[in-house]
């Protein structure tokens, strides 16, 4: 690839036309976009940096792949954020267990994204803590946005037909999140084509195939409204953003 030149002014540089950088993007359409852009008159460095950006082939803008260590640091980031929560709700006898979901209630509204941070005893958290670390780290393999994307549908989408559809009864815990990543997990590898992601699958699938039992109405006092909503918006998650997309990182003309 030909090197950047600066020529001129210290805040002035022209660069040379790339070769070709993309199979379905001319040399003169990128070469017209860096100069839309005005990027003639940007520092060196910046137009280095933005140049490379825009020269990447075939980058999906669906996926943000993060390494192992970065991964480690938000899986342990959000188990020591639900342990401060746990701790705090434990010392004061349950206290923020009343802002859980309850189905139907306007005040409790809010409880649909609060209720997943809750637990009712220790036994509860820790029977999700280690699941919910495990699957997040599947998750992240699937890419930081899909990660995100899958988790806020999860808590928003089926947190919102337990409160429409649920039995009347405050609905705590993160389980609702655990069957939606579960069910992403079990069907985003398969889409996905890659080898690695649908290895993820398997392992789900083998590992904790069991909980797919808990989606039925077997215990009065499991919320097996957020096991089943969680678990059908993980499906619908997988076929919406479980099939990775090949897209140009450049806006179309």
Request: with cysteine; hydrophobic share 50%.
């Amino acid at each position: 690839m030909d090197s950047l030149d600066a020529v001129g002014s210290k805040n002035k540089a022209t660069i040379k036309p790339p070769r070709t950088l993309n199979a379905h993007i001319s040399d003169s359409e990128v070469w017209g976009l860096l100069r839309e852009r005005g990027l003639w008159y940007v520092p060196v460095q910046a137009k280095k940096a933005l140049y490379h950006f825009y020269s990447l082939p075939h980058m999906s803008v669906k996926k943000l792949k993060i390494g192992f260590g970065l991964q480690i640091k938000i899986v342990v980031c959000i188990c020591l954020l639900l342990f401060g929560i746990e701790l705090v709700n434990l010392l004061t006898g349950r206290y923020f267990n009343q802002f859980g979901l309850i189905p139907r209630s306007l005040p409790s509204l809010p409880g649909i994204i609060i209720s997943p941070f809750l637990h009712g005893s220790v036994l509860h958290f820790v029977s999700n803590i280690i699941p919910l670390a495990i699957f997040s780290f599947f998750m992240l393999q699937h890419g930081v946005r899909r990660f995100a994307r899958v988790t806020a549908a999860c808590i928003l989408v089926s947190g919102l037909l337990v409160w429409l559809l649920g039995r009347n009864a405050i609905h705590v815990g993160a389980s609702g999140l655990i069957y939606g990543y579960f069910a992403y997990l079990l069907l985003g590898g398969i889409f996905s084509k890659e080898i690695k992601l649908i290895v993820i699958s398997l392992l789900v699938g083998f590992g904790y195939g069991g909980l797919i039992f808990g989606v039925l109405p077997v215990n009065p006092y499991i919320s097996w409204e957020s096991h089943l909503f969680g678990f059908i918006v993980g499906i619908g998650s997988a076929f919406l953003w479980g099939k990775d997309k090949d897209s140009s990182i450049l806006p179309a003309q």
